[in-house]
């Protein structure tokens, strides 16, 4: 009982009562018809849809399909032009509200056969495969920024089991592999992975994340991310994620960071989040003076109401420093609590790399320093208040030629004796205290016991010396210099620039 062309809408009703009759009729009366329909086109305009605090508003259908159907089983194959449309989809929640405009998704190729012999629900007797194309207009939510998305793959499953697989686009470009299934009543499951790589890679997330940092930049190196996540009827949504990184460098800032290598396991289950920084290597972090290599091992976990006021139990945290060491004492953070704490200890950190990178020239040194270093991290920026370093045994040498100490010293006559001893000072103690307030003043409090053997016959001097230096200035000039890295040095050109200071190192 063929029908070609477009169909009226009473043939339309006259296929529903026959595919109703055929799935209510006893088999006595089910045996022995069939239908075939070439092409049939409809157009609707559906109710809107309420439910589970989700709202999906103007939506239309219109199918182009072909039908087959008999007493076993039922065919549509739906043909090019046949759409679903969706004006609004949105979510209503305070806390992060989601919604989607101008929905659509193309139905051509897709499959949907249901089993008319089966005495189960109807639902669990119908299955849809096939491919699938879904375009947002633009998606909008707190973590995103607001574009256009675009999603192409596979459908299969049953109506109560579907499975979807393929790969969504943003319009800025990243890029994942997705796959959701869904069984009504009982999960929803998603996989989500994606990989982004050097400078496009890094346009892209700062294109599609509303929190990606606007100063970082990446152009090194590879970043793979995955996430599992399910959502269960009265349960909170679960979440197990993973990222790799895999030679990763860029600037962030004016900080160039180079070989960033180490995973982050993030699981995020009931009402507790738990983090985990694996195998976190850094070769080098450089804002003037470089630091690295860098060794990070820690955990965090936090509340589900307040994910980043949780507690950071730093296992390891070490780096190379001027040819020593620094370590940040193992132990718990209480990011909920400022200002927080970092005991950083100093190892054998050479003078004479100390003295290379402090701008006055002629000045040198030679010797070994350690130390505690107590910082505090607080709203308005890091602090430090009475740190200790000190000369290993048994000391060293200090040269600065006489010019250069009179510049700093002075001309007063009293302070002659200075500049004689520290053109060749043997010290054999150098100590100091460290201060350092949030403006970036640091304070050096140094004492000195040594002698130069050419200064009265070498007779014992003992000096106490007050220096204030600009970190902040003294870094500008250090990267000015080409000491990072010339994008680094090309963003403080342009920052100076803009304020109207001058960009001379």
């Known amino acids: 009982m063929p029908f070609d062309g477009p169909m009226p809408w009473k043939r339309w009703i006259y296929l529903a009562v026959l595919v109703v009759f055929a799935l209510t009729a006893q088999p006595a009366f089910a045996a022995g018809w069939s239908l075939i329909l070439q092409q049939g086109q409809i157009g609707l305009t559906l109710p809107d849809i309420h439910s589970g605090g989700w709202a999906v508003t103007g939506i239309r259908a219109d199918v182009i399909t072909a039908v087959e159907a008999d007493n076993r089983v039922a065919t549509v194959q739906f ?32 499959t949907l056969t249901v089993d008319l012999n089966g005495t189960a629900p109807l639902s669990e007797r119908s299955t849809v495969a096939g491919h699938v194309v879904i375009t947002v207009g633009e998606l909008q939510h707190p973590r995103l920024i607001g574009q256009g998305w675009r999603f192409e793959g596979v459908v299969n499953g049953s109506l109560t089991d579907l499975r979807v697989e393929g790969q969504v686009r943003s319009d800025s470009g990243l890029v994942a592999d997705m796959t959701l299934r869904n069984v009504p009543g009982e999960f929803l499951a998603a996989r989500a992975t ?25 152009d090194a190196g590879q970043v793979r991310a995955e996430a599992l996540l399910r959502l269960e009827p009265d349960v909170p949504l679960a979440l ?37 920084f694996r195998d976190v290597t850094i070769g080098q972090v450089n804002s003037g003076i470089g630091i690295g290599p860098v060794h990070f091992l820690a955990g965090y976990t936090a509340p589900r109401s307040d994910l980043f006021g949780g507690l950071l139990d730093i296992q390891q945290a070490t780096a190379g420093f001027l040819g020593g060491r620094l370590r940040v004492v193992p132990g718990a953070i209480d990011l909920s609590r400022k200002p927080w704490q970092l005991p950083v200890d100093v190892y054998d950190v050479s003078l004479a790399r100390l003295l290379q990178v402090y701008p006055t020239e002629g000045l040198d040194g030679t010797g070994v320093l350690s130390g505690r270093i107590p910082v505090q991290v607080s709203d308005a920026g890091i602090k430090v208040a009475q740190g200790q370093l000190a000369a290993i045994a048994p000391g060293g040498l200090l040269t600065l030629p006489a010019n250069r100490l009179r510049a700093m010293l002075g001309g007063n ?8 001893a520290l053109q060749n000072f043997h010290y054999s103690v150098l100590e100091s205290t460290i201060d350092y307030d949030e403006k970036g003043k640091l304070v050096l ?20 010396i007050s220096l204030e230096e600009d970190i902040p200035a003294l870094l500008t000039s250090l990267q000015l210099s080409g000491r990072v890295n010339e994008a680094v040095t090309e963003r403080v050109r342009e920052r100076l620039q803009q304020s109207g200071e001058e960009a001379v190192p």
């Open 240 to 276: 197990h994620a993973q990222v790799d990184f895999d030679g990763v460098g860029g600037i962030m800032n004016r900080t160039a960071i180079s070989d960033l290598n180490g995973r982050l396991l993030i699981d995020l289950k009931q009402d507790l989040l738990t983090a985990g």
């Open 79 to 110: 043909r090019t032009g046949s759409r679903l449309r969706a004006a609004w989809l949105v979510q209503n929640v305070a806390e992060s509200p989601f919604q989607m405009e101008d929905v659509r998704v193309d139905l051509r190729d897709v």
């Open 413 to 420: 006559q009293a302070m002659s004796l200075v500049v004689e």
């Open 194 to 218: 994606t990989q982004v790589e050097g400078e496009n890679g890094s346009n892209a997330m700062a294109g599609t994340l509303s929190d990606w940092p606007p100063l970082l930049e990446l």
């Open 445 to 464: 409090e140094v004492r000195l016991e040594g002698e130069n053997p050419e200064v009265r016959g070498g007779q014992p001097v003992v000096l106490n």
